[in-house]
């Protein structure tokens, strides 16, 4: 079976959403997305978006931030267009019917570590669900767009898959669409497009613990990879101070915003420790309170510390933080109140498909943006909230790009079907979860906040042996989610051991206990 269209998106988050109402005032747009639409990272963020809305505010200032934070990596000609186009995307989401807190008349603007000024807008503590329900709001009242839920990407199309050599080394490498599984019928679907974009977001799920949600699998990162793309500064990984450490919470994400607006960090001694770390406190950049805390339970042996806000005004941290304190009141805890046990959980891929501040990557016709894409406004870590806002800038600059004829394929009909043959059911499916399970527990283990060339090794034997048990099962197991997933998290796993083994120092978010300092020689980007 197949389908043909002018623009294939594979993702439903911000990324995709938003170049998917651009695209669609020039030809049919597909939106493949492997869960129920709005079931997204974008749906999953609190704290807000980073944008410079107020007059006492300033674009360089909102730059040097990202540039500090960044520690070298960053492209400063990147970083300073998409800070400057910030403003035009809120007003753009604005007018498309998003709701965001206000105060007096004008925007309320948060406050996240490593911003000098608050500029964070927000919809009290759910920023992502505005953003994903008023996307996704207009895009379902699209006529050139059909969204394809429960369709999960399988495969990029290349001249691989017309029996060609495809090299890394190879420059004309085009992108014809992609292969997807429908899972409600088990049956692959040849996509054939002009222009792909991958927009497929992070992969949290790499790690035993993550503030991401399921779908966050690395997907587009592994297909990019398995097609020959270039893919950038996978060893930096952020991880996110606070998640609420609880049976059965499943790391729910604990804002940055509450810290910004003035909770402290204390151990379980009753010792306010972020202080003796960095003189900005609980507002560092979260890499280093990441470590300060990793720090505080290695010395403490400690499984968690705790997060106070009951020095703060009760009115105003539950007006701020409604959807936190609710979840927080699920399981006995009063925000406002008690101390909140916390731990570090991942967060956030800094790296990903190279591309330049227009979505345009190393193969023609493929486009990516959002988190699964590496455009140099991170750098070596993110600031906090810049995140949505590169998803937004970057998908309306990909979809003006998109529409020249320059950066189309033609439409390929000679594309063969999917080749399922001599593929079964084999009987042992455990395979899938437990190599899944031992996976994501090595990947926490040895490749977490702090690391060393040792331990990385070690990871470097582990995922191997991972790999290769799924590749055998691979090439005689019927094709599902799962099993794709697992194979696209041993990918990514792959590229960010190896990156972090590339990277002999300690810059940003990537700490090697061997290499304490940064070093001159790798004051540029890690391109597999
Ligand atoms: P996503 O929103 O993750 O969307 C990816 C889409 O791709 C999903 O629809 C998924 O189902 C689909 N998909 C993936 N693989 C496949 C496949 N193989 N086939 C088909 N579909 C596929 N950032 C900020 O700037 N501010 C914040 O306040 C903030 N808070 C956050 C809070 C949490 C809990 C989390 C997890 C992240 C937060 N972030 C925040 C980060 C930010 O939310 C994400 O980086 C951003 O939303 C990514 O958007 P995206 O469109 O690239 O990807
Ligand atoms: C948060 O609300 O702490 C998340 C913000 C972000 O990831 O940028």
Redesign the pocket.
Known sequence: MREIVDFLI?????????IALELAEHGSVAI????Q??????????????AVMDTADSFDSHVRDTLIAGAGLCNEDVVRTIVAEGPAQIRRLQDGGARFTSRHGSLHLGR?GGHALSR?V?AADA??RE??ESLLGCVSSHANIHVYDY????ELITQHHLGEKVTRSRKDIECYGAY?LDEEVDQVIMFLSRVTIL????A?QVYLH????D??????IA?AYRAKARVANMEFVQF?PTSLYHPGANR??I???VRGAGAHLVNLEGHRFMPDYDERAELAPRDVVARAIDDQLKRHGHTHVLLSLSHLPRAEVLEHFPTIAATCRQFGLDLAGDAIPVVPAA???CGGVLTDVNGQTSIRGLFA?????CTGLHGAN?L????????LVV?VRAARAACSPDNQVELNHQVPDWNSEGTSHPDEWVLVSHNRDELRRVMWDYVGIVRSTHRLERARRRTRVLYEETEEFFRKAMLT?SL??LR?LIAVAYLIVESALLRQESRGLHHMTDYPGTREAFLHDTVI
Do not use: W
């Not at 594979?10 to 938003?18: C, E, I, R």
């Not at 493949?32 to 869960?35: A, I, L, P, Y």
């Open positions: 594979l993702g439903s988050g911000a990324a995709g959403l938003s493949v997305t492997k869960s639409a709005s079931e997204s990272n974008t749906n999953y963020a609190q704290g807000g978006i980073a996240e964070i927000h920023t992502g953003v994903e369709h999960f990407a399988v997807v927009a497929t977001g992070g949290g993550t503030t991401n949600p779908i966050a699998t690395g997907d587009g297909m996110h729910f994400l804002s940055e915003a967060h956030y891929m943006c959002g988190e699964v894409a993110r906090a909230s810049n995140s949505l806002l590169e998803a998908s989610r794709c997933e696209n």
